[in-house]
């Protein structure tokens, strides 16, 4: 033992000799050495290269041996292409992941070493355990050095790299220690700088996808990477002491320079640690220059990466059996808000669906707070819907339907389109059987839908075009007014709160607007009766409005149709109906009703689901029924019946059944409807003829010969009027083509526009009653709204040619004529080149004897202000009711003569009486902004805050917004065919191969009418009846609305659905004349004589009226022609001496007042 304490007690006092001499410079020395020598070795070669090497001149590219190595460098490539792909794959593996292992492992040696305080100690290499592991990492990266040497293209520039420069002062002094039996800590904390190439590490393992994740990972490589190596400079310079002598060593642990580094850089500074050397001291001056700057601007944006990176970043996390939808588009707080209060309606049935929103932008604060309060329900996730990887975290191919937003107020409405069809590309292309929804601002960019290849809307993809719908509700607005507001309506989620402070009137529309549309399947106690006898029921005890049942198709297909109050329909078992009620509950009465159980109960809240037998009865569900009950709206095929493509405005009173035709001098006569549109069983239809006396008659156009005719005496010219069947259109019962190619819409051959165009004098002679004034403004480069969308649901082909009422477009020419082309083949349309804030043009074109006047703009809203996007419609409606006009009368009613009654006493009105006062004049305003809408009426106490369907131009059917268009998106997820029927009922009847048609670009083709076209005219429409007079009348004297409804179905077939009302019943002096809505008002529900009710009708072929010349024409030297709004002359004879005479008098005068006195006169 003595011998062992005495080695060792001589051992230790030799490396303490060892030390007293400092070889430090042995190692650097090495380092520096190896750097010179090799960039010595790459400038002699260069230059010997320089000197003996000479380039061989260039070939030229034909040149047999240029071609000949060109083949055989080829061939090469060719037959090394796999082994080079293989041996790149393997090289890059080997460079980029273990290199950067053994690097990490290398500097954690260092890290052990460095936890010493001396930085240079003496111990046989055989003993130390580190060095040895670290020499061998240093052969391998040597080797790498090497390998990197030889395939670097510019070998000179490759020395001076910053990784060479690591290799350099880190692989030389582990050999110098073997010689020397000493370490010196060194240069290797330089190791460190390998951490900066995580980066690319991990985008090449495809860890690191996104671009804020690859940049955080270089801001903390960097910062991580030049913390480390200069706290190893530091705790060298310390631990070392100042040169030559080295006499003033200070002793610091690497892990305490770490912390003093942080701590300085930070520039907080404690104090508790701090350099003594000068070495020391000087390096950190400097580098805090760099130091400093780094941590000021590598920090803050770390946090805000990692900050704003976790909150919308992420992945979808699915629960097990719920279902998800992605909306994407235009997401701000107003869009998202009105979606989501149509989408989550208290009144829809358990609605297990997650919606998740996808935007590229961080949602605001008010946005932010929106989904909070919806959590349960509502997710937010950063991305784009044109990434992929985007899609793959929100999980696309998972959703059950994908939606896209339209910005409403864009300024430019086809870049918008364009955005969102880009959108619907990038979707499809991810996952093609993903349902898409998509709103699109413009009807002409529906057809790049078409292009996409997955686009099949039988599978559910739907597009909602909001100019196509909006300028469709105005048009059933010209037709019925108020029933946009009421169809508007039936298709949002509302819910409403009675109040006793409010008005009479705002009570009862507002306990319409709570009616939605919802579908249930009728239990067997309906198995067999008929349908008025189910709606009946339907109404009375179980207080449901049934509008139609689902017809399947017969046993060679699955197809079904829906069909709108059938007459002879009987209902079979499990049918669907179609039904108007406050809340999905209350519709699945009739689903527990039961003849045996609930025929006593009174109380309809009492219909529960009971236990007889009859419950034993299998329920035959499908799976989509399943999905899609109690959802409002229900699906509709094709060729089915659509309820409303036609619908009339006037004031219907009965007509007489049976017509006789009159004598042969009258004007006109009627004829009997062609074979193809009479019911088959007359029997079958009690109600043949009062659908027909209530079918509207509008005023019959007279015969006409040319476009002027000259009289046999004197050549007086005489020019036609162009109210009704213009001179220049075209003769209706001579075209062989009096449809489109599909059978639903009027057509008429092309006209140019300069034929429909008139001037201010042209329009003032023309007799215009009962048309319809289109008031728009537009610039010649306004983008194009599609007038064609609100023409055609004014041509239904389930009118007759003489209902059709009159177009008159008061606009700027330069428009219309880049619409025209859309025009050209819908008849009686003219265009009056006008301001629609002149009152000498709205004269002209006799707007007080309008049965419509629609104020629309082309113009795009600027982004300075949007509340004057609405500032000209606004204008022209305050200029119109301002306005006052001559008390002018029905030139034409027949009021004089008894054979002109009907059986039940009540006259034919055939024209409109003019409006004194402009506010009078039927009209409705398309607004941009809804908070305008309290502009439009001047005596309504409507709050700014108040939504638009509360406002009382909305609810008398006199202003429209396209924000009431919103619903519709979650009302088409929830049912895929809701949008087919809602388009069908307010565009006149268009169809899926219509639709094909219109997208080829060329409008509306005529086609030969066959019984198959024509069958198409046999369509639902719906009626507006007055009370004043008709069978109807008595129920206008203290009558109740269940008692009207049982009638007119029992009697008439007419299935009542609403009231228009005046607002103010009272007869004071100041009552208003403005009508509103009820929608479905109760049973118990009194009316009045004034009030109109809202009636749905099986279409009648009714009397097709047809011109006809009188016998003395050709002796006269031919027809004086003149066309006055639709003007019918009476039955009586009238002396063709008269008749030119009060010809000569209108056409020379443009005063009304004196044309309407001599039109009386005449009668």
Same mark, same amino acid.
């Given at each position: ?5 005495e ?5 230790e ?12 410079w ?6 520096i050495f190896?750097?010179l ?17 000479r ?9 047999p041996?240029q071609?000949e190595q ?8 060719f037959e090394?292409t796999?082994m ?5 794959w ?5 460079s ?10 290398s ?18 290499w ?8 670290d020499?061998a ?10 390998i990197?040497?030889i ?8 020395m001076? !790299?910053m ?9 030389p002094p ?6 020397l ?30 671009? %804020?994740?690859i ?5 903390v ?11 190893g $400079?530091?705790?060298?310079l310390e ?8 006499n003033?060593?200070?002793?610091l642990?690497?892990?305490t320079?770490?912390?003093?580094l942080i701590v300085?850089?930070?520039?907080? &500074?404690?104090g ?6 000068v ?9 805090l ?8 601007s ?13 909150k ?5 996390k ?6 998800h ?9 107003e ?6 209060k149509?989408?989550l ?11 998740v ?12 707070g ?5 959590f349960?329900t509502?997710?937010f996730?950063?991305?784009?819907i044109m990434n ?6 929100v999980?696309v191919?998972?959703?059950?339907a994908?939606l896209v937003l339209?910005?409403?107020?864009c ?5 918008e ?6 959108r619907?590309?990038?979707i ?6 993903i ?5 699109l601002?413009q ?5 790049y839908?078409?292009?996409i290849p997955?686009w099949d809307?039988?599978?559910?993809d ?9 300028l ?20 949002a989620?509302?819910?409403?709160k ?13 306990? &319409?607007?709570?009616c939605e ?6 239990s ?5 009766m ?11 005890k ?5 509008l139609?049942?689902?017809i ?7 197809d079904?149709? $829906? ?22 509950d209350?519709?699945k009465?009739?689903w ?6 609930h ?8 219909i529960?689901?009971?236990k ?7 329920? !035959?569900?499908?799976? $989509?029924n ?31 059944p049976n017509v006789?035709?009159p ?7 009627v ?5 193809y549109n ?11 003829g ?35 069947d ?9 075209t062989?083509m009096?449809?489109d190619s599909?059978g639903?819409?009027?057509? %008429?051959?092309?006209?140019s526009?300069e034929?429909?165009?008139l ?11 009962g ?7 537009a ?12 023409v055609m649901?004014?041509?239904a ?11 008159? $477009?008061v ?24 301001s629609?804030l002149s009152?000498?043009?709205l004269?002209a ?14 113009k795009v809203?600027?982004?300075d202000?949007?509340?004057l ?10 200029n ?12 034409l009613s ?7 009654l009907?059986?039940v006493?009540?006259?034919i009105?055939l ?7 402009g506010a009078?004049?039927?009209m ?8 305008n ?6 005596d ?6 108040t939504e638009l ?10 202003a429209?917004a396209?924000s009431v268009?919103d619903?519709l ?7 895929q ?11 006149g009847?268009?169809t ?9 670009g060329a409008?509306l083709? &005529?086609g030969?009418?066959?019984p198959?076209s024509?069958?198409n ?8 009846? %007055?009370?004043y007079?008709g ?8 009558g109740?609305?269940?008692d ?10 007419m ?11 009272s ?11 009820i929608?479905?008002p109760?049973?118990d ?9 809202f ?5 009648d ?15 006269s ?6 066309n006055t709004g639709n ?21 020379v ?10 039109i009386?006169?005449f009668?």
């Open positions: 033992m003595s011998g062992c304490d080695e060792v007690i001589t051992t006092p030799s490396f303490d000799n060892c030390l007293q001499v400092r070889k430090w042995c190692f650097l020395l090495s380092s190896t750097f020598a090799g960039l010595l070795i790459v400038l002699l070669w260069r230059a010997f290269a320089f000197i003996c090497c380039k061989e001149p260039e070939l030229s590219p034909n040149d041996k071609k060109k083949a055989n460098r080829g061939k090469q490539e090394g796999f080079t792909e293989a041996k790149d393997a090289g890059e593996l080997i980029v992941v273990l290199v950067f292992i053994l690097s990490i492992a500097l954690i040696i260092y890290f052990i070493d460095a936890s010493n305080d001396k930085v240079e100690h003496c111990e046989k055989s003993n130390n355990i580190t060095q040895q592991i020499l990492f240093n052969i391998f990266f040597m080797v790498y050095f090497f990197r040497f395939a670097a293209s510019d070998k000179f520039w490759f001076l !790299e990784y060479s420069f690591v290799d350099y002062f880190t692989i582990s050999f110098v220690s073997i010689y039996d000493r370490t010196w800590i060194g240069l290797r904390f330089l190791r460190a700088l390998r951490l900066m190439t995580v980066p690319d590490i991990l985008q090449y393992l495809n860890i690191l996808k996104t671009s %804020s994740s940049r955080l990972a270089q801001l490589s960097i910062f991580i990477s030049v913390w480390l190596t200069a706290a $400079i530091i705790h060298l631990n070392s002491g100042d040169p030559l002598e080295f003033n060593p200070h002793q642990s690497y892990w320079c770490v912390y003093f300085t850089m930070s520039t907080v &500074g404690y508790d640690v701090f350099c003594e050397t070495l020391g001291r000087t390096f950190l001056v400097f580098f220059l760099v130091g400093l700057a780094m941590f000021a590598s920090i803050p944006e770390i946090i805000e990466l990692v900050g704003s990176g976790s919308y970043s992420g992945e979808l699915r629960e097990h059996g719920k279902r939808i992605v909306v994407c588009g235009h997401i701000t707080y869009s998202v808000s009105h979606f989501l149509d989408f309606h208290e009144d829809r049935e358990d609605v297990d669906v997650e919606v929103f996808l935007h590229r932008h961080v949602p605001g604060l008010e946005l932010e929106l989904f909070k309060r919806h349960t509502v997710e996730f950063q991305g784009t992929p990887i985007d899609l793959q975290r999980k191919h998972e959703a059950d994908c339209a910005n409403k107020y300024q430019d409405p086809d870049a389109d364009a955005a969102n069809i880009m619907v590309i990038s499809k292309n991810y996952s093609d059987d349902r898409v929804i998509i709103q601002m009807y002409h960019n529906k057809a839908l078409l292009n997955s809307w039988k599978q559910g739907d597009v909602i075009c909001l100019a196509e719908l909006k469709g509700f105005i048009a059933q607005s010209c037709l019925a007014p108020g029933f946009s507001t009421m169809m508007a309506n039936l298709f989620m509302r819910s409403f009675t109040s006793p402070d409010m008005q009479i009137w705002q009570n009862d529309y507002l306990q &319409g607007t709570g549309m919802y579908t249930e399947t009728l067997p106690s309906f198995t067999g008929t349908f008025p006898q189910a709606s009946e029921l339907c109404f009375t179980l207080k449901l409005l049934l139609a049942i689902e399947k198709g017969g046993e060679e297909g699955n079904s149709k $829906i069909s709108i109050n059938p007459r002879g329909a009987k209902i079979l078992a499990n049918t669907q109906g179609f039904f108007i009620a406050q809340s999905a209350e519709v009465r009739a527990f009703y039961c003849k045996a159980c025929d006593d109960i009174k109380d309809e809240t009492l529960k689901k009971c007889c037998k009859n419950w034993d009865v299998t329920r !035959e569900r499908d799976e $989509i399943l999905i899609n009950r109690n959802k409002r709206m229900p699906s509709v095929s094709s060729g089915s019946h659509q309820m409303l493509n036609s619908i009339q405005t006037k004031q219907v009173n009965k007509v007489k006789n035709r004598p042969n001098g009258a004007e006109g006569v004829v009997s409807p062609s074979s009479r019911p088959p069983d007359t029997e079958a239809n009690p109600y043949a009062y659908q027909l006396a209530y079918e509207v008659k509008k005023l019959m156009p007279t015969a006409r010969g040319g476009s002027s005719t000259q009289n046999s005496n004197g050549g007086v010219t005489l020019q036609a009027g162009i109210a009704d213009q001179s220049k259109d075209f003769d209706f019962e001579k062989e009096k449809y599909t639903m819409f009027h057509w %008429s051959p092309a006209r526009l034929d429909c165009i001037d201010r004098n042209q329009a003032a002679m023309t007799v215009l009653n048309h319809v004034v289109v008031c728009l403004f610039d010649p480069d306004s983008p194009l709204i599609g007038l064609r969308n609100l649901p004014l041509r082909s389930n009118f007759h040619y003489h209902e059709l009422k009159h177009v008159v $477009i606009g700027s020419v330069d428009y219309i004529r880049r619409e025209w082309k859309m025009l050209q083949n819908l008849p009686k349309i003219s265009v009056l080149n006008g629609p009152r000498a043009d004269r074109v006799n707007v007080n004897l309008c049965d419509m006047c629609c104020i629309l703009s082309a809203p600027s982004n202000d949007p509340t996007a609405d500032k000209e419609a606004i204008l022209a409606s305050l119109i009711k301002a306005m006052t006009f001559d008390d002018t009368i029905g030139v027949q009021r004089g003569e008894q054979d002109n009907t059986p006493g009540s006259p009105v024209q409109r009486r003019g409006s004194v006062y009078n004049v039927p409705i305003t398309e607004l941009v902004n809804d908070s809408v309290q502009f439009l009426d001047q309504d106490d409507d709050d700014p805050d369907y509360l406002t009382q131009p909305f609810a008398c059917g006199t429209f396209v268009l619903s998106m979650s009302t088409t997820y929830f049912n065919n809701a949008l087919t029927l809602i388009r069908s009922l307010i565009t009847g268009a899926p191969e219509l639709e094909l048609i219109l997208a080829e409008g083709r &005529g030969y009418s066959t198959e024509l069958s005219r046999d369509r639902c429409r719906v009626g507006q009846i %007055s009370f007079d069978p109807l009348a008595q129920f206008g004297e203290a109740k609305y269940g009207l409804f049982v009638a007119a179905l029992k009697s008439y077939g299935l009542c659905i609403g009231l228009y009302r005046f607002r103010d019943t007869s004071s002096c100041d009552a208003s004349s403005k009508r509103y809505v929608t479905n109760p049973d529900f009194s009316l009045l004589p004034t009030d109109q009710v009636v749905l009708m099986q279409f072929p009714g009397l097709e009226y047809k011109p006809q010349t009188r016998p003395n024409a050709q002796n030297g031919g027809a004086v022609g003149i003007i019918v002359s009476s039955t009586r004879q009238t002396n063709n001496n008269q008749v030119v005479l009060l010809l000569m008098v209108l056409t005068t443009s005063n009304v007042k004196l044309q309407s006195l001599c009386t006169l009668i």
